[in-house]
């Protein structure tokens, strides 16, 4: 089974528009982290914002939010007040186990594709 | 800059050569990641290096592919005999080991095997 599943190949989104990044997660480990990654077109990998799975907030780093559903195990990335230079491929990625590097660092999904339209 | 640094950012190689990727991670960084990323998918896991500790080479796709890390910082991805299936992008990562253990990212070596 797969460990992050993003169910949304591509979306196309209206510039201003709020936009809801879907990403559900496998684990039976009670300790883990969530991250999502932005890849513009030019193929750096952007750290976004991070969701521990004990904290008691939803995080948020400016436009970005993360809906952090624990009994769903579901971690959706939400991005207010889309901007053009949001368009790139949206990565959710989970480590698991909450110290140490982990053995294999973090897990990805396969991505969204996200174009902003003006 | 400060960053983890990569090269080659493009390497165009004929079949059956062997090919050296270089990465060097963040200073202070003690886990170094390597991924491979073919067009259009995901993260694929390879190698894990953490500090002076044997890697976690799980991840390589075969006996082709080895890694080395000297010295607990710089890192080289060795590909031998290279195949065109292992045309990707390669990309490092570095991270202090912590409880966020946010990765950071090189911005890649594009390979290209004809």
């Known amino acids: 089974a797969q460990k992050i599943t993003q169910t949304q190949p591509g979306m196309f989104v209206q510039e201003k528009e709020a936009v809801t990044l879907d990403c559900t997660y496998d684990?039976?480990?009670?300790?883990?982290?969530l991250f999502w990654y932005k890849q513009p077109s030019s193929g750096e990998m952007i750290f976004l914002i991070y969701q521990g799975s004990y904290d008691q907030q939803n995080a948020t780093e400016g436009r970005y939010s993360l809906n952090f559903q624990k009994a769903r195990k579901s971690a959706n990335l939400v991005i207010s007040a889309s901007q053009l230079g949001d368009s790139a491929m949206y990565f959710c990625?989970?480590?698991?186990?909450?110290?140490?590097?982990?053995?294999?660092?973090?897990?990805f999904g396969k991505g969204t594709h996200l174009i902003i339209q003006p | 800059g400060a960053g983890v640094s990569q090269s080659p950012s493009n390497k165009v190689t004929e079949k059956g050569k062997d090919v050296e990727l270089r990465c060097d991670p963040i200073s202070g960084h003690t886990a170094l990641y390597w991924y491979r990323q073919s067009l259009g998918q995901g993260l694929e896991f390879l190698i894990y290096f953490q500090g002076n500790s044997a890697p976690d080479k799980s991840g390589l796709p075969s006996d082709r592919f080895s890694a080395e890390r000297t010295g607990g910082s710089v890192s080289t991805l060795t590909i031998q005999r290279t195949q065109q299936e292992d045309s990707a992008v390669y990309l490092c990562?570095?991270?202090?080991?912590?409880?966020?253990?946010?990765?950071?990212f090189g911005e890649g070596s594009r390979l290209t095997v004809l």
């Open positions: 684990t039976s480990d009670p300790s883990y982290g």
């Open positions: 990562a570095s991270s202090f080991t912590g409880a966020t253990g946010e990765l950071f």
């Open positions: 990625a989970m480590r698991e186990g909450m110290t140490g590097g982990g053995a294999d660092g973090l897990t």
